[in-house]
């Protein structure tokens, strides 16, 4: 019984190594017993047209084993540009897609330099075997017009072939009644000038070049074939810049749009952007200009520091306290006739903190009333300070931002693909604006950094560097994606175009002579509060260093950060006090109280960063959350000339 059943098993073994061995015969016997994917012939038809377009014919016959070969092949062109698009483009215009000589499905990449056609379906996968793919295409300005000869320099294979191509051959058709008076053609890899083809004739007199070995991947086939002037239709003056501007057109738009932004923006500044000249700068130690809105002109704009600034103010004046937990900030309003007056601006900050009650937490729930007293308070130092003080030139601006605008339409207009340029080109605007502003702040804060020696700035600084690269890095396969549309020349051309636009924008802001007082009187308060010990020996009658003088320019102090500089000129007044009993006057304000024991600071650290504790509650209750030569005369090579290219299996 068990020698049947291995007799029978051995059987059905032996069936299925029969019906295996038989399949893969078949298989093999498709493909003529190649062990490879390869090009069994590349033969090319080049008809030169009266315009100086060509017509191509290509027939590919590729032999497909199911490696790289799957769904058919691809054929990459270059559309006269160079792999990074720095030269001009010709155009290409596709007109048959065949296999076995039916209509073959087909896409087009287009990288702005190179095309990219692609054979077959993606869901459709070819059996082994011989297929024969024509390609016919046309592409304009591909005569090379001499004094005394024109000429076809033709790359007829290309050289990046991932496959062997058996034979090559190539027909060149001259225009009409045009004699040949010249043929060259060069084998081998890129920049080679073999010689391993012949030159023949057809029946019909054209030139026919021809291999005489297989070309192993990477070595292609170029020929060049001359003939008199005069064959061709003449250019006109208007094709002549038509072709001109085909070619040149983008790179031209860029340019000009660089120098007209540039020249634009420089005139303007000197006409409106200039800051008028400083007077001198001497020490301040009693400041007119309240706190917040010393920060506002000289940002000549609004922050979450403004806002702390305003608030610790009122409340070093007696008119509110803070009270601070681990989680939450307060502000308690105070009734004491005692306090200091209110500038207008605080008064209004006052009146919408405490509209409806007379305490306020700075939370989400908050965030309304909080938005509309900020928003107040903003108002107002818009309407007192916003041209009087300074101007922002916002005008002036537009304009070079729809210069800029222009010059990016005119850019892609010329460009290969335009439409599809023109939309991409709002991409670089938007990130270069973006990394540009970040780039600047990151400048800005090392610079107030080397300033007031706040640890917060270089922090600060270093950490939007950080975005900054990182987002650069990021966006930067994106970006040469986006410039071989338009070439990246011009690309990076108008990237700079959009970052003289980033620059500008705070370049052309620029005081008034009233502004300028201002902000004399600022540098005068930012001096005596970032001055050493030894030199403040130098001031005429400074104050006493008090807990109460403290406190009355700790606010100017975070406006202008430089909380750590003047925290630190207290230092030793600040440790003495520790050891009195009644207190420590300098930590235990009686308008602030806080989590520690005794309440007050702990600490000249939790001091320093009253204001910044306070700004950042501020912006996180009030933030909005969001949802998710010539060839054929010789000096030519392989590789050379116009086509080129390659292509492979998918």
């Given at each position: 019984m068990l020698a049947t059943y291995l007799r029978r098993l051995a059987v059905a073994v032996g069936l299925v190594a029969f019906t295996v061995a038989g399949l893969t015969g078949s298989a093999l016997a498709q493909v003529d017993g190649y062990s490879r994917e390869a090009i069994r012939d590349f033969a090319v038809r080049i008809v030169?047209?009266?315009?100086?377009?060509?017509?191509?014919?290509?027939?590919?016959?590729?032999?497909?084993?199911?490696?790289?070969?799957?769904?058919?092949?691809?054929?990459?062109?270059?559309?006269?540009?160079?792999a990074l698009g720095l030269l001009g483009r010709a155009r290409f215009d596709l007109v048959q897609a065949l296999k076995n000589g039916q209509p073959e499905p087909h896409r087009i990449e287009n990288d702005g330099a190179n095309l990219r056609i692609y054979f077959g379906s993606p869901d459709v996968f070819l059996d082994q075997g011989v297929y024969r793919y024509r390609l016919v295409y046309r592409?304009?300005?591909?005569?090379r017009r001499f004094d005394d000869f024109d000429e076809i320099y033709w790359n007829v294979t290309g050289n990046e072939w991932s496959f062997p191509i058996e034979n090559a051959s190539a027909v060149v058709i001259p225009p009409p009644g045009a004699p040949v008076t010249q043929t060259a053609v060069y084998t081998g890899f890129y920049g080679q000038s073999g010689n391993d083809a012949v030159v023949g004739e057809t029946a019909g007199g054209e030139p026919r070049f021809r291999t005489t070995r297989s070309l192993a991947p990477g070595e292609g086939m170029t020929v060049a074939v001359g003939w008199p002037p005069g064959y061709l239709d003449p250019i006109t003056g208007s094709q002549r810049l038509t072709q001109w501007l085909e070619r040149w057109g983008a790179y031209i738009a860029a340019a000009v749009s660089l120098g007209l932004v540039l020249l634009y923006y420089l005139i303007v500044w000197v006409k409106v952007g200039r800051d008028p000249r400083g007077g001198t700068v001497i020490p301040v130690y009693h400041p007119e200009i309240p706190p917040a809105a010393m920060r506002y002109i000289e940002r000549m704009g609004f922050d979450d520091t403004c806002f702390a600034a305003a608030v610790i103010n009122l409340a070093v004046k007696g008119h509110l306290a803070i009270a601070k937990d681990k989680k939450k900030q307060t502000l308690k309003a105070l009734d004491r006739a005692d306090g200091k007056p209110m500038s207008p601006g605080e008064t209004v900050l006052y009146d919408g903190l405490f509209a409806f009650d007379d305490q306020v937490t700075i939370q989400r729930s908050s965030r309304s009333l909080l938005n509309a007293a900020a928003s107040a308070l903003k108002g107002h130092f818009d309407k007192i300070f916003n041209r009087t003080y300074f101007r922002r030139n916002r005008g002036w601006f537009a304009l070079g931002v729809v210069i800029t605008i222009l010059g990016w339409a005119a850019s892609a207009?010329?460009?290969?693909?335009?439409?599809e340029a023109l939309f991409l080109a709002i991409f670089p605007a938007i990130f270069t604006v973006v990394i540009g502003s970040a780039g600047?702040?990151?400048?800005?804060?090392?610079?107030?950094?080397?300033?007031?020696?706040?640890?917060?700035?270089?922090?600060?600084?270093?950490?939007?560097?950080?975005?900054?690269?990182v987002m650069a890095i990021g966006i930067s396969g994106v970006f040469l994606g986006i410039g071989t549309e338009i070439g990246v020349i011009p690309f990076l051309t108008l990237i700079g175009v959009g970052l003289l636009n980033v620059v500008?924008?705070?370049?052309?802001?620029?005081?008034?002579?009233i502004g300028r007082a201002a902000l004399d009187e600022i540098e005068g308060t930012r001096l005596y509060l970032t001055v050493a010990e030894e030199d403040r020996l130098k001031f005429a009658?400074?104050?006493?260093?008090?807990?109460?003088?403290?406190?009355?320019?700790?606010?100017?102090?975070?406006?202008?950060?430089?909380?750590?500089?003047?925290?630190?000129?207290?230092?030793?007044?600040?440790?003495?006090?520790?050891?009195k009993d009644d207190g420590n006057p300098y930590l235990k304000p009686s308008w602030y109280s806080g989590s520690s024991r005794g309440g007050g600071f702990s600490d000249t650290r939790q001091l320093r960063a009253v204001g910044s504790s306070l700004g950042a509650a501020y912006s996180a209750a009030t933030v909005t959350r969001s949802s998710g030569g010539s060839g054929s005369s010789g000096g030519g090579s392989s590789g050379g000339g116009g086509g080129g290219g390659g292509g492979g299996g998918w």
């Open positions: 030169v047209e009266p315009d100086g377009s060509i017509l191509v014919t290509e027939d590919i016959e590729v032999v497909a084993l199911g490696y790289d070969i799957r769904r058919g092949i691809y054929r990459d062109i270059p559309l006269g540009g160079t592409m304009s300005d591909q005569v207009i010329f460009s290969a693909r335009h439409v600047f702040r990151a400048w800005k804060s090392m610079r107030q950094f080397r300033q007031s020696g706040e640890p917060g700035q270089i922090v600060s600084a270093v950490l939007q560097a950080f975005i900054v690269t500008f924008f705070h370049l052309l802001k620029a005081p008034t002579a009658n400074p104050p006493d260093k008090t807990p109460e003088h403290f406190h009355e320019l700790l606010p100017y102090a975070i406006a202008l950060d430089v909380e750590t500089a003047w925290t630190e000129q207290f230092k030793a007044e600040i440790e003495a006090a520790r050891t």
